[in-house]
């Protein structure tokens, strides 16, 4: 229950007028149909009275007030529903949003560890896959338990005259339709859950079939009908589990229907002989049919409301634990000053090893750099030169040792004020699909292009359609692709527009040119009178 009241709380955040609107809408429209129905028994008892006689132009004065009520209220429930519909529209949206931007927040916020778990992947999976409408569905489930309430209260006001049994046979009939729901939530639950690597891999083949990173090398390989392949054998297999339960819940649908028939023929029989027998009138008879007829509507929308809650609270209990995950890279409580002037970078004694990994990717490393010195890490493959990196943002703190900022331990600092100190080209750095001057700026601040521009490394940008404003890449109009070595160019001034007293190079030279080395070497012969310099290259 827990979990479904998380879920109302969401959707009344997002937008708490909507979500009365909401509320004011349902209730409308539960209560309406049955005043109309009401009505319609009046009209229809009207008919039969001595003195109704009318001609086409001369109606009983209470015959056409009981009709102009009657359209009245239909013509206000169907108003009721539009303004729903658009209601309903208005918070889906900004439910959307508001769910996006939850789980944006918490993707940016957890360590970079959980990124190396598969476990952590399926949850954000499940994630993704329930936020976009199961808060919603749960105050429509919520909504839906409300509305069917006060239809059934009037219908049982209605029927009541006839026999209470009639109201215990209605309710009877519904009830094995309520175990099958229940039954059916669980089952498709546990099979969403057992089988979300196999849905992940199928969402992974299709973005090695459609994604622009991948295109090139699936033509040049011929890896298409390969992947191909793959997706549609993850698929037969989805789908082939998923029709074996769905055939078995189906039959258990229909035996279900044909109790709530026999039950509908039972009733309907009963009030047959007690019209035949002028115990009720023609327009009682009517009412209490449509009253029983839409009474079996109203218990299967409750029994849906309590089933959709029951499986929402399954489902939505994906959304929340992913939301619940907590970050183990956390900030100190009272952090140490950062020094105004760094001197020096020191690994001391660090042992590091990967989640889940069964060997340690760095054991008693000990490495110091210091300022005014460029200080190179050579190493082969997997040796943890990258990894380094990474402790030294604390995106991961290590196992055992420590890592020290002129003698001070990086866990006692403040975390956004040492990455702000912390310059870093990454060996698998990013192309941004934006501008040349954001790819820039984002290193250090909106004028950090300015301090780069004239920079012989970014000589090529000055060709570009528009300079520094020109769009880059080609998913969206306009953009020019760039070589990897000018990415790559762009990476490194980004890095070092920063400011930032601390410059770390993964790999700097991998896409450049003879010429752009030699750039890249006399920009690095500038800073390092000021700067840490580490940099990390292949042995």
């Given at each position: ?62 015959t056409l007030q009981l009709l102009l009520a009657m359209c009245l209220v239909f013509l206000l429930n169907r108003v009721v529903s539009a303004l729903n519909a658009i209601n309903n529209d208005v918070l889906s949206q900004r439910l959307t949003d508001h769910v996006s931007d939850l789980l944006q927040q918490q993707s940016a916020r957890l360590d970079m560890q959980y990124y190396d778990t598969p476990s952590y992947h399926d949850t954000f999976h499940r994630a993704q896959q329930e936020a976009s409408f199961r808060p919603l569905q749960v105050l429509t ?282 310059g870093v080209l990454f060996q698998d750095f990013v192309r941004y699909n934006v501008t040349a001057r954001e790819n820039i700026d984002f290193g250090g601040g909106s004028q950090a292009s300015g301090r780069m521009q004239d920079a012989a490394l970014l000589d090529f940008v000055q060709r570009l359609p528009q300079g520094l404003d020109t769009q880059l890449g080609r998913l969206f109009d306009g953009g020019s692709e760039l070589s990897m070595g000018q990415w790559q160019r762009l990476a490194i001034a980004r890095a070092v527009a920063s400011g930032a ?39």
């Amino acid at each position: 229950m827990k979990n479904l009241w998380r879920a109302l709380m969401m959707v009344m955040h997002c937008s708490p007028r909507s979500f009365w609107l909401r509320v004011l809408y349902v209730a409308a429209g539960s209560v309406l149909p049955l005043v109309n129905l009401y009505i319609l028994k009046l009209l229809i008892d009207s008919l039969q009275q001595p003195d109704a006689a009318f001609t086409v132009l001369h109606f009983h004065p209470s015959t056409l007030q009981l009709l102009l009520a009657m359209c009245l209220v239909f013509l206000l429930n169907r108003v009721v529903s539009a303004l729903n519909a658009i209601n309903n529209d208005v918070l889906s949206q900004r439910l959307t949003d508001h769910v996006s931007d939850l789980l944006q927040q918490q993707s940016a916020r957890l360590d970079m560890q959980y990124y190396d778990t598969p476990s952590y992947h399926d949850t954000f999976h499940r994630a993704q896959q329930e936020a976009s409408f199961r808060p919603l569905q749960v105050l429509t489930n919520f909504m839906s338990l409300g509305g069917s309430l006060l239809s059934i209260a009037g219908v049982v006001a209605m029927l009541v005259s006839a026999s209470w049994w009639v109201i215990a046979v209605m309710v009877a009939a519904v009830m094995p339709g309520f175990a099958v729901r229940l039954y059916k939530a669980r089952r498709i639950y546990r099979f969403r859950r057992d089988n979300t690597q196999l849905y992940r891999r199928t969402a992974y083949y299709g973005a090695l079939l459609t994604g622009r990173d991948y295109a090139k090398e699936l033509r040049a390989f011929g890896l298409a009908a390969l992947f191909r392949g793959r997706f549609v054998e993850a698929r037969r297999q989805l789908v082939g589990r998923l029709l074996s339960i769905s055939r078995r819940l189906g039959m258990l649908d229909v035996l279900c229907a044909l109790v709530e028939a026999a039950a509908m023929f039972a009733i309907v029989w009963i009030l047959i002989g007690q019209t035949m027998s002028a115990a009720i009138s023609i327009g009682t008879f009517v009412m209490l049919f449509e009253a029983f007829r839409r009474g079996q509507g109203y218990l299967s929308s409750l029994v849906g409301g309590v089933a959709g809650l029951y499986d929402n609270r399954l489902f939505v209990g994906n959304l929340f634990e992913f939301l619940d995950l907590r970050p183990t890279v956390l900030p100190p409580a009272d952090p140490v000053p950062f020094p105004a002037e760094v001197r020096q970078v020191e690994f001391r004694d660090v042992t590091f090893r990967y989640p889940d990994m069964k060997r340690d990717v760095l054991e008693h490393f000990s490495l110091t750099a210091r300022r005014g010195e460029i200080t190179r890490i050579d190493g082969r493959n997997g040796f943890g030169k990258s990894t380094l990196v990474k402790l030294l943002l604390r995106l991961y703190d290590p196992d055992g040792g420590q890592v020290l900022l002129d003698g001070t331990d990086l866990r006692t600092l403040d975390l956004p004020g040492l990455r702000a100190h912390v310059g870093v080209l990454f060996q698998d750095f990013v192309r941004y699909n934006v501008t040349a001057r954001e790819n820039i700026d984002f290193g250090g601040g909106s004028q950090a292009s300015g301090r780069m521009q004239d920079a012989a490394l970014l000589d090529f940008v000055q060709r570009l359609p528009q300079g520094l404003d020109t769009q880059l890449g080609r998913l969206f109009d306009g953009g020019s692709e760039l070589s990897m070595g000018q990415w790559q160019r762009l990476a490194i001034a980004r890095a070092v527009a920063s400011g930032a007293p601390i410059l770390v190079f993964d790999e700097p030279t991998a896409w450049l040119d003879h010429t752009a080395r030699q750039h890249f070497d006399a920009l690095l012969q500038s800073l390092a009178p000021s700067r840490i310099i580490i940099l990390i290259t292949h042995a």
